[in-house]
């Protein structure tokens, strides 16, 4: 798929993949060879009929590939930009044997941006069922909620989802950037959820506002909680609170949401950094890191404890970081942050490490080399070591019960949680997953709702 | 999009701005703030509620001009709308029947300082309200202070009005005479709550503070707010705004409170340059 020029797109914050032209797109379809055993179908967690939309792409029918893309994901212009496929539906396609599986998420993404540009496909309503006259509430307007909203909106129940944030999509409008998910291609998929019927309020914090046992009080039949992951990490270790030490979600969020790249046309600020040092080995450390150097950082690191193959980040992502010209320094993890006297950070003092046996997360686990310590001069750090679920919702939710992590205990089929009338799903229930994982539970939960609903 | 139902000018640079919020002033309680992102351009920063009316459905937050936020709010008109405002968000202050508590109010925080009183005498406590402002006539709301507390002292920088001094010394003097003070609750500039905390550490008095800290959403989501206090890190937002001005590292506050200076004078500057601009546009097109 062709790419924005790495030397041009670390200078803008213009998408990098720019999509299949048709010819490319058919060329690509044609290569499946429509196999009976559709094991991609099953590797897809929203379970979309893979061969079925390639093969309409094939006969040029992309309206039908829109429809039975649709049928199954409410976004597929997200999905087919930020799905791990290569995990997924790719991974057990029958040609991957053979060399290279079918670009099942590009194809997805051909047909999601065909859509937008020949006019979209309103939720008609003839596709929904008959009003049931239930009412539900999905608190979170992420990959979760957005997908159980558009869900039970087409089996005719009311959808109001309650939003904290000024704009709709969640991690999709705050966490990933313009360059990787523009946000015309989110705002589309939340107007397609809209178009369904599905009322958006946004700045209204549940929890605060109102909580869960109010609404369910106030005329709701069920909830969905599909609050996210949103609560960030530390590292716990000295100087951390100095000028120019960014969570992730901080620093992402100034940057995609609050466009800060933009400032000062936008009024919120951000720190450049002349030397920028992003901590975390994930997607969103590759974000993190390739927003810095788009704002004009002159020189990114990576700082990740263990090595390469351990990194959880997608490999195309570590890919396009590395052709941007950030600079991995692996097997290295800080120690304490330095500062000045004015409170800002001026350098990061780290340890070397070294790779012993597998913890238990399978990854050999990272042990600290001794006198190892170095020094590394940064004037901007974005710590990216994970997220937990806001307690805010759980907290104020009296009934819900709470695993150790934070997360909400659910039902994995259904995402029945221990209150009665409420259901969750996606990051907080999870921990910090995937969009597409978020999306199947957002699914599962509907499809619970409302036979739950109808009985 | 949130309804201005009044701006007026209450002090030089400090405006009352009361706005339509049914659901906000429903749940509104004192000691919480509200976060305002005033149009599509704008920063989201928080507000101390400083009044509401859950009949009327209406919120009164009490605005410092000294960013860009702060201009462009002082700068609509009764009629205008904001386009985001999220809230009541923060917890509330902690309030019980303690005795007798000092509710010490400077700058923009005479006015988050109300509901608070207002609360604490309605528990049964002897409230005495203490303000502060550099010279007479920055001093605002005695009236309504007066209706909420047993004493109100004004205290002015010039000793153009009451004290001359700042809120911290008539508390000072008051402990130091031996008077009984059960709790005290500060609302004002960092400076300010970190001077009021000092004097009353040496006489053990609890005294809760509200932190300033900068902010991004307000939920908990970013970390930006984040203080360290009691040698703990908290996030003001969520576990917060008030915390044990004891407890408090003022200094790591102060800090963080001027990460981005150069960049609100540069956004400031960017502002007025289009302010300017535009209604020269406005007349050619007429």
Known sequence: MPRQDPKVRGKNFKEVALGYTDEMAVREANRCIQCPKRACVEGCPVYIDIPAFILAIREGNIEEAVTILKSKNALPGICGRVCPQETQCEIVCSLAKKGAPIAIGRLERYVADWELKHGSNPGSSSSLLPSSGKRVAVIGSGPAGLTCAADLAKLGHEVTIFEALHVAGGVLTYGIPEFRLPKNIVQNEVDYVKSLGVEIRLDSVIGKLATVDELLEGGYDAVFLGTGAGLPMFLGILGENLNGIYSANEFLTRVNLMKAYLFPEYDTPIKVGRRVAVIGGGNVAMDAARCALRLGAEEVYIVYRRSRIEMPARREEVENAEEEGIIFKLLTNPKQFIGNDQGWVTAMECYEMELGEPDASGRRRPIIKPGSEFIIGVDVVVVALGTTPNPLVPSTTKGLEIAKAGTVVADEETGKTTKDRVWAGGDVVTGAATVISAMGAGKRAAASIDAFLRS | ?286
């Open chain 2, 1 to 286: 999009m949130y309804k201005i139902l009044a701006n007026e000018p209450l002090v030089p640079n400090i405006h009352l701005i009361k706005i339509e919020a049914p659901a906000i002033a429903r749940k509104a309680l004192p000691g919480q703030f509200a976060v305002v992102r005033v149009d599509e351009f704008g920063e989201r920063i928080p507000l101390t509620l400083a009044d509401w009316d859950g009949e009327e459905g209406t919120i009164t937050v009490l605005i410092m001009q000294v960013g860009t936020s702060t201009q462009k709010l002082a700068a609509l008109n009764a009629g205008d709308h904001i386009l985001n405002l999220a809230g009541p968000l923060g917890l509330p202050s902690h309030l019980d029947k303690f005795g007798t508590v000092v509710c010490a109010g400077g700058c923009y925080g005479v006015g988050a300082i109300l509901p608070v009183a207002r609360a604490l005498k309605g528990l049964g406590n002897k409230v005495i309200c203490i303000i502060e402002a550099r010279i007479k006539n920055l001093l605002y709301w005695q009236e309504k202070l007066q209706q909420v507390s047993d004493e109100l002292i004004v205290t002015t920088g010039d000793g153009s009005s009451g004290y001359k001094g700042w809120a911290y010394d008539p508390l000072k003097e008051m402990l130091e005479k031996g008077g009984k003070i059960d709790r005290v609750f500060a609302h004002g500039c960092t400076f300010m709550m970190m001077l009021t905390s000092e004097a009353t550490k040496p006489f053990g008095v609890k005294t809760l503070v509200a932190l300033n800290s900068i902010m991004v959403d307000g939920t908990g989501m970013c970390g930006c707010c984040r203080v360290s206090v009691g040698g703990k890190t908290k996030f003001t937002c969520v576990d917060g705004p008030e915390f044990d001005g004891h407890e408090v590292d003022w200094e790591l506050l102060a800090a963080r409170r001027t990460i981005y200076l150069e960049e609100e004078i540069r956004s400031l500057t960017h502002w007025e340059c289009q302010r300017w601009y535009k209604p020269i546009v406005k007349v050619v097109e007429v």
